[in-house]
């Protein structure tokens, strides 16, 4: 076999998480699923590839998402009575909870579904800061028929309260709130076509990214951060002047729980949000920028998508949720905990991520002591310790420097200790050394935590 020239790395756009980076990432999760619990969601979890067609379906085949962005191959039959299928790393993982709601028919149930995920997904799109080609989202789906409340504007609020909550948990300082509602179909309909007519005139002026999403999805316009065409923009039709009556009545109602809370927000017009799914209530939390994200703040974004069960096939189920960039969530966490070390404030919650020292770490004097060293650690294991174990070909001082790096303690384990049935221990932190007996060991080093 011949040598390669170089070593293979990840592929562009993907990276490998390592520890104690891992613990944070953790710390995260963990945090997210405490609340969730509290607000009565339980986990789904959904394939990471699905038919080509729930995405254009579900998404929309004039998004960037759909148009530009996603993972797709043609699974070929394996026999003749196969068919081959087009099928896409999943971009987003909305229309596949929805997907799984029809197809487990949990509707017919008859209650609320409020569902959460963690996990990978994928978009071709220009890696950066923030941003990547696998990428995690924490998210959150509440669906279900009429009569379980789904369509009720408390189900907007408590998923906007939650995520208030999450954030505040989390030790996430600064966060902005923002929201809008762009109403039913109908009023996207009346809306759109609104658009269309004031982009008309002026769309030689907008850049060449606007120009195309004026012909293939108006709304998308009004999302654009190119700087040279905000003024235009600003100067474009408001949704709120397209909105029925009963969208108005659902958007004051959000609101009104929302102050009623104590969750602070900000109304924005131009929060539409380009994906084809959404009505209603649509929202997006940022923080300041120079706070880990650059200029590309958002944190975390959703909204209300009332008719996207129909779309799919399947019955009526409104339905609101959220996904929450987990890789930005992330950097944010990090940005922020070292400003504040460098500011020399207290420790934020995000800082509780940080790798704890294990309970001790063992070391054996002599490979053959090697074998009563792993005993030791599993009986020390069982019991609830955290415990490393070292190598008995270690002379004692590289034993000692290793322990110092991982462990509260150190575990010296040699000829006469074992004999004795004893172990010699001394802790790093105030030096003191002795001998405790096997029986004895457990509760000493636990009353060293």
């Known amino acids: 076999m011949s040598t390669p020239s ?25 945090v997210a699923r405490s609340v969730f619990s509290r607000y009565g969601f339980g986990e789904i979890r959904t394939p990471i590839f699905e038919a080509t067609e729930l995405f254009a379906r579900g998404v929309g085949e004039e998004t960037d998402i759909v148009s530009k962005e996603m993972y797709t191959w043609e699974d070929r039959a394996r026999a003749q009575s196969e068919k081959a299928q087009s099928l896409t790393l999943r971009p987003e993982n909305t229309a596949g909870v929805v997907r799984a709601y029809i197809e487990h028919k949990l509707g017919e149930r ?71 509602s762009v109403g039913s179909s109908e009023d996207r309909q009346r809306y759109n076509a609104a658009l ?48 029925d009556e009963a969208s108005r009545d659902h958007f004051a109602a959000v609101l009104a729980a929302l102050d009623a809370s104590s969750v602070p927000y900000t109304i924005n017009p131009r929060l539409v949000r380009g994906l084809d799914y959404y009505t209603r209530t649509t929202f997006e939390f940022t923080v300041p920028d120079g706070q880990g994200l650059g200029t590309q703040n958002a944190l975390l974004g959703g909204g209300r998508y009332d008719g996207l069960s129909e779309m799919l096939g399947g019955p009526k189920a409104p339905g609101i949720g959220f996904a929450i960039g987990e890789d930005r969530l992330i950097l944010t966490l990090q940005a922020q905990a070292e400003a504040a070390k460098n500011a ?89 050394q002795k001998k405790i007996s096997r029986a004895d060991l457990v509760e000493a080093l636990n009353s060293k935590q």
């Open 110 to 180: 008859g209650d609320l579904q409020k569902l959460f995920y963690i996990g990978p997904q994928f978009r071709r799109e220009r890696p950066q800061r923030g941003r990547y080609r696998q990428f995690w989202q924490i998210g959150v789906e509440v669906l279900g028929p009429v009569s379980s409340g789904a369509e009720s504007p408390i189900r907007d609020a408590e998923v906007l309260e939650m995520l208030a909550t999450l954030l505040d948990e989390l030790g996430i300082r600064n966060w902005q709130f923002q929201l809008n």
């Open 6 to 30: 170089s070593p293979l790395k990840a592929v562009r756009g993907t990276r490998d998480l390592l520890p104690p980076e891992t613990a944070l990432w953790v710390h995260v999760e963990s």
């Open 344 to 432: 020399g404030a207290p420790g934020l919650a995000s800082e509780t991520w940080v790798s704890k020292k294990l309970d001790a770490y063992i070391a054996p004097m002599g490979p053959e002591r090697n074998p009563a060293a792993l005993a030791l650690a599993r009986e020390l294991r069982r019991a609830g310790l955290s415990i490393e174990v070292g190598d008995g070909t270690f002379r004692l001082k590289k034993s000692f420097e290793a322990a110092d790096k991982v462990a509260h303690t150190i575990i010296i384990l040699g000829e006469d200790e074992v004999a004795t049935n004893t172990a010699t221990v001394k802790t790093f932190a105030t030096g003191e």
């Open 196 to 243: 269309r007519e004031a982009l008309a005139p002026i769309k030689h002026q907008l850049c060449e990214d606007n120009q195309r999403r004026a012909e293939t999805n108006p709304l998308r316009v009004l999302d654009s951060k190119d700087p040279n065409d905000q003024d235009l923009i600003n100067a474009l039709p408001k949704i709120a002047d397209y909105l």
